[in-house]
């Protein structure tokens, strides 16, 4: 910290306080600065960079093509960064994130090493007080939580977990040091996204890797490809075409929607698009698909059927493949990972597949891990078992609004906010990628909450008003939407953190409205309205 940080850290009390330091934390930090306020980032882990910061695991990279990921806000900074590859591995994405701490001059204002454990307001010095887990105290008139939707590591509710001699590690928790996976025998739990990318990788060096799958995901290939310096310049020279289009697209992502519906369509051509879809790089097979393949079951079981065939053609043994294909929900339906021959590291001599709805684990052990079939021994496991997605880390803090109330036990039946900005009950907080905030594409979305966040408070500033909060009514107006819009979609009928289930943490067993599943241009026609009526939607004193 600079003697001037330090100074300022001493008075511990600022006009907002925010609390980490990812891609959310870091741009609300520069916003904020433009405004004059002071500002303290409040960060956990000792650098920037959030989710890529943590998740270093072999083979972590990007499913959004990287031109369309990184910040829009600054010709400058588009204009000297290179991507190397068209879905960024994660050292590189860390690299861009701390050139843009270094660039705009970032770091001064945060402090590293700072995990927030409780924050609560004080109606009557319209203050938030925020403890760190090392016991110090700060205030800030705004608390602004950008926290991470997919940022609080969850670990499998195994007994024996402690009792393993080996080494284990959580993907989202991976040691800074280098992993090796030579001559090991390594256990993969988890086929997730962050599963899926770690057993490709592993499976290249590993002795011998046992994956241990309970629900088997639809996964469609990646095509990642490297970037030359002249398609690079290519790139930069269509910066404003490629954000234009994702301004315009459902999820922010460079793919959307074929409007034509599944069934409109010949055999032929149907398959041919499923094709053609299957070829292209990133999410279009998912979100660039016929119109109704996430609504419509017959039009789902088209697109599923289409890449079983894929995964049966992939995989050699039969049997093998069929465990590989879920029976249990429609592609689509949860997150589809992305993948570079996941299927073809079936086919080697040194990888195994344990399907846990057969033969589930009954302990982790000294040695290994107990199935109800067997003991396998390991020197390694790697639990790829997720997050508790979207409200996790704010369950993980202790916050308390008006009169002491809990967030957690106000959102311990499903969370409910204005716009994922504001919740009844805790004036001047304001969450960035808090639930029912559009996400998809989420650095998109990031740059467009910061946005609106900044312009709250400019606005706040300009008039003299010190406080803000969403009334219940605007919270069921906007809960309303978020019902509305996801109406008929085929993924509230399957359990995953779409809809907010996560069987590894309790209370979280039950299917609710966990996110808004309208789309982007939607979201923010309605943030739009909400800043050009003078958000009269919020009660501001
Ligand atoms: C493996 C992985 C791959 C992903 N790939 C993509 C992708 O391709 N495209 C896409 O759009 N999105 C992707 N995401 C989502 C990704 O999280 C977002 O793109 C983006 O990085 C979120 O930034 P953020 O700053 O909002 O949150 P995060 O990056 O999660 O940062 C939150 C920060 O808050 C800190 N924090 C949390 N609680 C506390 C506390 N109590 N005290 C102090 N600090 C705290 C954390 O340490 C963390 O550094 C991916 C996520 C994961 C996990």
Request: glycine share 8%.
């Amino acid at each position: 910290m600079t003697p001037a940080a330090e100074a300022s850290a001493n008075t511990a009390d600022f006009d907002a306080i925010i609390i980490g330091a990812g891609m959310s934390g870091l741009y609300q930090l520069l916003r904020l600065r433009e405004l004059g306020l002071s500002v303290r980032v409040l960060e956990a882990g000792t650098e920037v960079g959030g989710t890529w910061y943590w998740n270093r695991y072999p083979g972590a990279r990007f499913d959004s093509e990287s031109y369309s990921y990184g910040y829009s806000f600054s010709k400058e900074l588009l204009v000297e960064w290179s991507w190397s590859e068209h879905f960024s591995p994660q050292p590189e994405t860390l690299r861009y994130l701390n050139h843009v701490a270094d660039r705009f001059d970032l770091r001064r204002d945060i402090e590293f090493g700072a995990r927030v454990k409780t924050a609560a307001w004080d109606e009557a010095a319209r203050r938030w007080t925020v403890t760190l887990e090392n016991g110090r105290r700060l205030t800030g008139r705004f608390l602004i939580t950008a926290i991470g939707a997919l940022s609080a590591p969850t670990l499998p509710r195994i007994p024996g977990r402690e009792s393993f001699r080996g080494e284990s590690h959580h993907t989202a928790e991976w040691p800074k040091e280098e992993v090796r996976f030579e001559g090991k025998r390594v256990a993969v739990i988890g086929t997730g996204a962050s599963g899926v990318q770690t057993i490709q990788e592993v499976a290249k060096t590993a002795g011998h890797l046992t994956v241990f799958q309970r629900t088997p995901n639809w996964c469609a290939p990646l095509h990642n490809d490297k970037i030359g310096e002249a398609e690079m310049q290519a790139i930069r020279a269509r910066y404003d075409e490629i954000f234009a289009r994702c301004a315009e697209t459902f999820a922010c992502f460079l793919h959307t929607p074929d409007p034509r519906k599944t069934f409109e369509v010949s055999d032929a051509e149907r398959e041919a698009v499923f094709e053609k879809l299957y070829a292209e790089r990133g999410f279009g097979i998912w979100v660039g698909n016929f119109s109704d393949i996430l609504t419509d079951k017959r039009a789902n079981a088209a697109i599923s059927d289409f890449v079983a065939r894929k995964i049966r053609a992939r995989v050699k043994d039969p049997a093998v493949a069929e465990k590989l294909i879920p029976k249990n929900h429609g592609f689509g339906t949860r997150r589809v990972p992305l993948e570079t021959r996941y299927y073809e590291v079936y086919n080697q001599p040194n990888v195994e597949l344990v399907d846990l709805t057969e033969t589930p684990i009954e302990r982790i052990t000294e040695t290994g891990i107990r199935t109800s079939a067997r003991d396998h021994a390991f020197d390694m496991i790697i639990y790829a078992t997720g997050f508790d997605a979207l409200t996790g880390a704010f369950d993980r803090i202790d916050i308390r609004g008006s009169g002491g109330r809990s967030l957690k036990q106000h959102w311990s039946g499903g969370a409910a906010t204005f716009l994922g900005f504001q919740s009844a009950g805790f004036p001047n907080l304001l969450m960035l990628l808090g639930p029912h905030t559009a996400l998809g594409n989420i650095p998109r979305s990031i740059e467009y909450c910061v946005d609106w966040v900044t312009g709250l408070i400019g606005f706040m500033q300009a008039r003299g008003l010190s406080r803000a909060e969403a009334p219940v009514t605007s919270v069921e107006d906007w809960m309303r939407t978020v019902r509305e819009s996801s109406a008929g979609l085929l993924a509230n009928e399957v359990s995953s953190w779409f809809t907010g289930v996560n069987t590894n943490v309790e209370g979280k067993g039950s299917r609710i409205l966990a996110r808004y599943s309208g789309s982007a241009p939607a979201f923010r026609q309605r943030a739009d309205e909400v800043a050009a009526q003078g958000y009269r939607e919020l009660d501001l004193g």
